[in-house]
């Protein structure tokens, strides 16, 4: 997630830069066309500037959709942020010897707690690790960006390392071999709760209120795999890149002869100007696209690195641990 308040336009070259170098190689082959009277018609500028119109709206309209899902995807994990210290509030103020009739060592008691709440730390890593996973809609040519930000966030390789940290051995080889190691997870805390009344630990109400949390968790995710799994309409995507290619081509052939009526020095300032004129175009296109996909593990997704530590840090502190990893920071403007 970009965090910077100004815009960094060195980056911003780099990044999106060439698309301005190819739309000025292209809009200056047309002017040489021109100016060597290679060619002489000319596109009047009512029609293409109509299709510019459409073509706006229609780009705009996608881009509404994308933020949508965007901002979707970020209730959920704040959703998800709530609901997990939720879950370490119940795991510490319920599990208890109240209503046992033989009461355990203080020492059980804790023993019980962290791995209910270590589990849950595994559970929020595994989910986030499965959101990564690219899909065939995504734009995976941008991997490098994930190499560049961020940590962890190419494979599932430091997920699966944080899980050997939250589970036992034994647990662990078991859950990771499930197609849906999140969702076996949260079964696996059901079982354990189960196993918990039937010592004395839990009373029916507790029970009861800690396995509709877990019911809560399955939602929210759920509603994350829904976002990841079901694009953007793709023919709203296709199309919108085709309405744009069609604009950008068009372009020139109405401007250029339009500002050359001006004199032969008006055709080399229409270069620089058609070029701006379509990369505001093309970014808009491109911007929507990015947007469209809040799990890509790019620099405009939802920051789940930085959310999965913030739960991580709460929950080891409903513990008492001292010894806590640090907050995930921002670099070069940007948090993953």
């Given at each position: 997630?970009?965090?910077?308040?100004?815009?960094?336009?060195?980056?911003?070259?780099?990044?999106?830069?060439?698309?301005?170098?190819?739309?000025?190689?292209?809009?200056?082959?047309?002017?040489?066309?021109?100016y060597f009277d290679?060619?002489?018609?000319?596109?009047?500028?009512?029609?293409?500037?109509?299709?510019?119109?459409?073509v706006a709206f229609y780009v705009g309209f996608k881009n509404n959709q994308a933020y949508d899902r965007m901002w979707e995807a970020r209730k959920v994990w704040g959703g998800i942020i709530n609901n997990s210290r939720t879950w370490g509030m119940m795991v510490d103020g319920y599990i208890s010897n109240l209503f046992v009739e033989q009461p355990l060592r203080v020492e059980a008691i804790h023993e019980t707690k962290k791995r209910l709440i270590y589990r849950h730390i595994a559970w929020i890593y595994a989910?986030?690790?499965?959101?990564?996973?690219?899909?065939?809609?995504?734009?995976?040519?941008?991997?490098k960006e994930r190499k560049k930000f961020g940590l962890g966030l190419v494979d599932d390789e430091f997920t699966r390392t944080e899980l050997k940290l939250f589970l036992p051995e034994a647990e662990h080889d078991r859950l990771v071999a499930y197609v849906n190691t999140a969702t076996q997870i949260i079964n696996e805390q059901s079982r354990d709760l189960r196993n918990l009344r039937e010592l004395g630990l839990l009373?029916?109400?507790?029970?009861?209120?800690?396995?509709n949390l877990l019911g809560k968790l399955y939602d929210l995710q759920g509603k994350n795999e829904r976002i990841k799994k079901f694009p953007l309409p793709r023919q709203y995507a296709h199309m919108s890149r085709i309405f744009v290619a069609v604009f950008v081509f068009l372009l020139p052939f109405s401007m250029i002869p339009e500002l050359a009526k001006l004199g032969d020095w008006a055709i080399w300032i229409s270069i620089p100007l058609c070029a701006l004129i379509a990369w505001v175009y093309v970014m808009m296109e491109i911007v929507g696209e990015n947007t469209a996909n809040p799990f890509q593990g790019l620099v405009y997704d939802i920051p789940m690195m930085a959310l999965c530590r913030t739960i991580e840090i709460d929950l080891?502190?409903?513990?008492?641990?001292?010894?806590?990893?640090?907050?995930?920071?921002?670099?070069?403007?940007?948090?993953?």
């Open positions: 997630m970009l965090i910077s308040r100004d815009i960094n336009y060195v980056a911003l070259f780099k990044v999106r830069g060439k698309h301005m170098l190819w739309l000025l190689a292209f809009m200056g082959a047309i002017a040489l066309l021109y290679l060619i002489d018609f000319e596109i009047p500028w009512l029609p293409v500037s109509v299709i510019g119109t459409a989910h986030r690790s499965q959101l990564l996973v690219p899909t065939v809609w995504e734009n995976t040519s941008q991997i009373d029916d109400f507790r029970h009861v209120e800690m396995k080891r502190e409903m513990l008492g641990e001292k010894d806590l990893p640090p907050t995930i920071q921002a670099k070069n403007g940007v948090l993953m």
